[in-house]
């Protein structure tokens, strides 16, 4: 244990002495002052990197909804789904989830990480050929951690493919046994990059070996597609993937994760995978939140289209005063920083000198040298605000940082 404890110490020790090391910046969301929150000494801060992308989690839509269900089912779901902890808003919910993405049925979980881990995990531990042949599954080099981990919790053969690389991609998939089942892993909108994926040339090439599909859209559900259904529903190719994962924790503004599909594969996953059997189901009262943020964000074209005006809006502010964004096609807009204690120090200094927060995105979640800030400007972002934050970056960013970027 001693042995543990001093590895510990030295762990630690580096990661400070990288200034990577991580410390919670304590906030206290106000539903009726977002995007502003209060820190422990009462202070009004501006969030620029909330997920809450649609600024949902205040809506009276949802807090009603949420009151009513708590103090009509109580706090907790006093169980797993399979043992007394399914209410008729977890069936209504996934009802709906299912039809935001035009699939057959849909299953809930406690988080988009456990959505992920535990949906991959078990496809890739089953043996659908009955010859106890290993999947061969392909996974987009900056795919999330949590697909990484239902990857590596199975006995699949892993290919990775380097990002958005379809030629690499194709190359992969020729190269492995032709019977061997398949599965493509990979998201539509990814979060540091701020990039999208070619969501209908990867369903060409799955449909070309006979792969299975499997998207993460948990930073485009809500957002992208006529109805929030996703970059996939955007580009009009959802019914041609498999397994849709979601989350209802971004910008619908609530929490828990999901996946959808053919009925009969998420009934598989329902029966046995072991990260939904055993987990105490959503409350009740996150449920009914969730259920009314899908209902009214669906209805909500308004609230869709500020959140891509206020991106663009806070985009051209940065071009226009040489501050090094990184190009995005997507909501998130990245601000290349390069050094880790640099890109703390930034963001400490916009907190505590400017009242506005930013998180620093530091080594291992993008490789050393692409430290950045990463803003996430909603529809409750105002001009002023952007005009505020662009005067604090370059009164913090040194000049030849931001040349050198």
């Given at each position: 244990?001693?042995?543990?404890?001093?590895?510990?110490?030295?762990?630690l020790?580096?990661?400070?002495?990288?200034?990577?090391?991580?410390?919670?910046?304590?906030?206290q969301?106000?539903?009726?002052?977002?995007?502003?929150?209060?820190?422990?000494?009462?202070?009004?801060?501006?969030?620029?990197?909330?997920?809450?992308?649609?600024?949902?989690?205040?809506?009276p839509?949802?807090?009603?909804?949420?009151?009513?269900?708590?103090?009509?089912?109580?706090?907790?779901?006093?169980?797993?789904?399979?043992?007394?902890?399914t209410?008729?808003?977890h069936?209504?919910?996934?009802?709906?989830?299912?039809?935001?993405?035009?699939?057959?049925?849909?299953?809930?979980?406690?988080?988009?990480?456990?959505s992920?881990?535990?949906?991959?995990?078990?496809i890739?531990?089953?043996?659908?050929?009955?010859?106890d042949?290993?999947?061969?599954?392909?996974?987009?080099?900056?795919?999330?951690?949590?697909?990484i981990?239902?990857?590596?919790?199975?006995?699949?053969?892993?290919?990775?493919?380097?990002?958005?690389?379809?030629?690499?991609?194709?190359?992969?998939?020729?190269?492995?046994?032709?019977?061997?089942?398949?599965?493509?892993?990979?998201?539509?909108?990814?979060?540091?990059?701020?990039?999208?994926?070619?969501?209908?040339?990867?369903?060409?090439?799955?449909?070309?070996?006979?792969?299975?599909?499997h998207?993460?859209?948990?930073?485009?559900?809500?957002m992208?597609?006529?109805?929030?259904?996703?970059?996939?529903?955007?580009?009009?190719?959802?019914?041609?993937?498999?397994?849709?994962e979601g989350?209802?924790?971004?910008?619908?503004?609530c929490?828990?994760?999901?996946?959808?599909?053919?009925?009969?594969?998420?009934?598989?996953?329902?029966s046995?995978?072991?990260?939904?059997?055993?987990?105490?189901?959503?409350?009740?009262?996150?449920?009914?939140?969730?259920?009314?943020?899908?209902?009214?964000?669906?209805?909500?074209h308004?609230?869709?289209?500020?959140?891509?005006?206020?991106?663009?809006?806070?985009?051209?502010?940065?071009?226009?005063?040489?501050?090094p964004?990184?190009?995005?096609?997507?909501?998130?807009?990245?601000?290349?920083?390069?050094?880790?204690?640099?890109?703390?120090n930034?963001?400490?200094?916009?907190?505590?000198e400017?009242?506005?927060?930013?998180?620093?995105?530091?080594?291992?979640?993008?490789?050393?040298?692409?430290?950045?800030?990463?803003?996430?400007?909603?529809?409750?972002?105002?001009?002023?605000?952007?005009?505020?934050?662009?005067?604090?970056?370059?009164a913090?960013?040194?000049?030849?940082?931001?040349?050198?970027?």
């Amino acid at each position: 244990m001693n042995a543990f404890h001093d590895h510990c110490r030295r762990s630690l020790e580096a990661i400070r002495a990288q200034g990577r090391y991580r410390t919670f910046t304590p906030l206290q969301k106000r539903a009726d002052d977002f995007p502003y929150y209060l820190r422990p000494d009462g202070t009004r801060v501006l969030v620029w990197s909330s997920n809450d992308y649609l600024a949902m989690g205040g809506h009276p839509v949802l807090v009603a909804a949420a009151c009513e269900a708590v103090q009509t089912m109580g706090a907790g779901a006093g169980g797993t789904r399979n043992i007394s902890g399914t209410s008729p808003v977890h069936d209504d919910l996934e009802t709906e989830l299912a039809a935001l993405h035009g699939k057959q049925a849909a299953l809930l979980f406690t988080s988009g990480f456990v959505s992920n881990q535990a949906a991959l995990s078990t496809i890739l531990n089953s043996d659908p050929n009955g010859a106890d042949q290993p999947w061969q599954v392909f996974s987009d080099a900056k795919n999330h951690a949590s697909m990484i981990a239902g990857i590596k919790g199975s006995r699949a053969v892993v290919n990775v493919f380097r990002h958005n690389d379809l030629t690499h991609l194709d190359a992969l998939l020729r190269a492995a046994p032709a019977t061997a089942p398949k599965l493509i892993a990979f998201e539509s909108v990814y979060s540091m990059d701020a990039d999208i994926s070619p969501i209908g040339a990867i369903c060409d090439l799955a449909d070309s070996y006979g792969a299975m599909t499997h998207l993460d859209e948990v930073h485009a559900v809500g957002m992208y597609g006529p109805n929030g259904g996703g970059v996939s529903e955007r580009d009009g190719v959802a019914h041609r993937i498999d397994i849709i994962e979601g989350t209802l924790a971004k910008a619908f503004g609530c929490h828990g994760g999901y996946i959808t599909g053919d009925a009969e594969v998420v009934d598989f996953i329902r029966s046995t995978a072991p990260g939904f059997i055993f987990t105490t189901s959503l409350p009740p009262m996150t449920a009914a939140a969730a259920l009314a943020s899908v209902r009214h964000v669906r209805q909500d074209h308004v609230r869709r289209a500020a959140l891509f005006e206020r991106a663009a809006a806070l985009k051209a502010r940065f071009d226009a005063a040489g501050l090094p964004r990184i190009a995005s096609v997507s909501h998130i807009v990245p601000l290349h920083i390069g050094d880790a204690g640099l890109c703390t120090n930034v963001s400490q200094r916009l907190l505590n000198e400017f009242g506005m927060y930013a998180t620093p995105i530091n080594y291992p979640t993008v490789p050393r040298g692409d430290e950045r800030l990463r803003f996430t400007p909603g529809p409750l972002h105002t001009d002023a605000m952007m005009n505020d934050l662009v005067d604090a970056l370059l009164a913090i960013i040194p000049l030849e940082r931001r040349q050198a970027a």
